[in-house]
């Protein structure tokens, strides 16, 4: 029996769930909670059943109970393993299993609830387990390098001249050097490059050359032999050798040692790389593109870099503009930034108002891209409502500018100008009624100390509830 969502849920994306008690009423009325928070449920009584159904309709979400004729939740459990192993499953336990609950989580079950439990005790587990699911999956998609799989944002001249010469270079082999301030994107250029190339399905390894030790960045590299030296108790390949075939982008290439580029330069002339320690080189297959967020020629100059390596990685150059210089890129940018954070807080959607929207236009973005997709960020996690302000944006960005402070300080209803402290209050009991009174959770947000906060509040003459 299916039960169709009727709004959207509480916690953000509706889930496909799906409900296994051999009690009929106890699944129907199990089915008619979760469909009224908005989720696609369906219900059955046979666990055999639900085997099937898991797998076919392509569920989330599987809550069942313990105990069942033909086949005991624990069966269920390890089943699905094999057959969907993409569900997440919720136990229904009473008190004296809860041992055996917590083996089931052990062995693969993504939460339990004791009987009795309340509507709210179901669904808040629901939307638990779903949010520890995107959390993990946007893990996993920062560990292989941050990849996406949308295209770049472009819609500023500027911008649509550097993604139309990237997408040339991607055609060939040559190597090239991606340039541009700080947070401006240059991680996910290479990124683009990569996936319109030949190599799209071959691996895309990232690393930054700043933040490696000069005494590990060899082995790191180019890989080191088992007794080279003292630590090194184990083979390792290194990240040329893993990026076979595909391609290795060198983040903040201006900061690698001498040493190191010297033997990164005959890599790139070669083609052959040799481990440490090792007594022979071996071919290697990869495209390099290297990025910088300080310009090369100054390091040439102070001889911190090696030019026959500066004019073998500048074969093609990118320069990515700031983005002060492309404006038309600032609200698309923020529009995607908007939807993946609500996506990833679990709250419903959210909107901004015309006075946040000028101050976004306004602001002159000294972090760039970067900075923009963080005040996203803390304002969908601070924001207590649906509408995102300019308050909720201003006091995340260091350095605002005079007429930014101004334009947040305008009441959005009567255009009138507030003061500071209004606008300073106003932000503190914003985050005060998102983090629902806990004052040491707020003063963390704030980034202040909590006897600040308590004064604060005190000559606010803040009231709780």
Request: a negative charge.
């Amino acid at each position: 029996m299916s039960s169709g969502s009727r709004r959207g849920p509480a916690g953000g994306t509706p889930a496909r769930v799906l409900i296994v008690d051999d009690d009929v009423q106890v699944a129907s009325y199990l089915a008619e909670v979760v469909a009224e928070a908005g989720h696609d449920v369906r219900y059955v009584v046979d666990p055999r059943e639900a085997l099937t159904l898991a797998a076919s309709w392509g569920a989330d979400v599987l809550i069942s109970d313990l105990e069942m004729p033909h086949m005991r939740g624990t069966q269920l459990l390890a089943a699905l393993k094999q057959e969907a192993p993409g569900v997440l499953v919720i136990l229904i336990t009473a008190f004296g299993s809860i041992d055996l609950a917590v083996r089931c989580i052990q062995e693969g079950a993504a939460d339990f609830l004791p009987k009795p439990f309340t509507d709210s005790m179901l669904l808040l587990a629901i939307e638990r387990v779903l949010r520890e699911r995107a959390q993990l999956n946007e893990l996993e998609r920062l560990r292989r390098g941050g990849e996406s799989d949308d295209t770049i944002v472009a819609r500023s001249e500027p911008m649509r001249a550097v993604v139309e010469l990237a997408r040339r270079a991607a055609r060939t082999d040559t190597t090239v050097l991606i340039t541009g301030e700080s947070g401006v994107g240059k991680g996910h250029l290479a990124r683009f490059i990569h996936d319109e190339s030949a190599r799209r399905e071959r691996t895309f390894l990232q690393v930054n050359c700043g933040a490696i030790p000069a005494t590990l960045i060899e082995a790191e590299l180019f890989g080191v032999e088992r007794g080279a030296y003292t630590d090194a108790r184990e083979s390792r390949p290194g990240l040329f050798r893993e990026a076979g075939g595909g391609t290795l982008f060198l983040d903040e290439i201006g900061e690698m040692p001498l040493e190191a580029q010297v033997k990164l330069l005959q890599v790139l002339e070669t083609g052959r790389v040799r481990a440490v320690g090792a007594s022979q080189d071996t071919t290697v297959n990869v495209r390099v593109i290297a990025a910088t967020n300080r310009p090369l020629e100054e390091a040439l100059r102070e001889r911190r870099f090696r030019p026959d390596l500066y004019y073998r990685l500048n074969v093609i150059r990118l320069e990515i503009p700031p983005l002060r210089e492309r404006p038309e890129d600032v609200e698309v940018l923020f529009e995607r930034f908007l939807v993946e954070a609500v996506a990833r807080s679990g709250r419903a959607g959210v909107d901004v108002d015309p006075a946040a929207r000028r101050w976004l236009l306004r602001h002159a973005w000294p972090g760039n891209v970067r900075e923009l997709q963080n005040v996203v960020e803390r304002a969908v996690a601070l924001c207590p409502g649906t509408v995102i302000t300019s308050a909720d944006l201003v006091p995340t960005s260091p350095g605002v500018s005079p007429d930014a402070a101004a334009d947040a300080a305008v009441d959005g209803e009567t255009g009138a100008l507030r003061s500071l402290a209004e606008v300073e209050q106003e932000h503190i009991r914003r985050v005060m009624a998102r983090v629902d009174g806990n004052k040491s959770h707020a003063a963390r947000l704030l980034g202040i100390d909590r006897r600040t906060l308590y004064r604060k509040l005190e000559e606010m003459g803040y009231r709780e509830g």
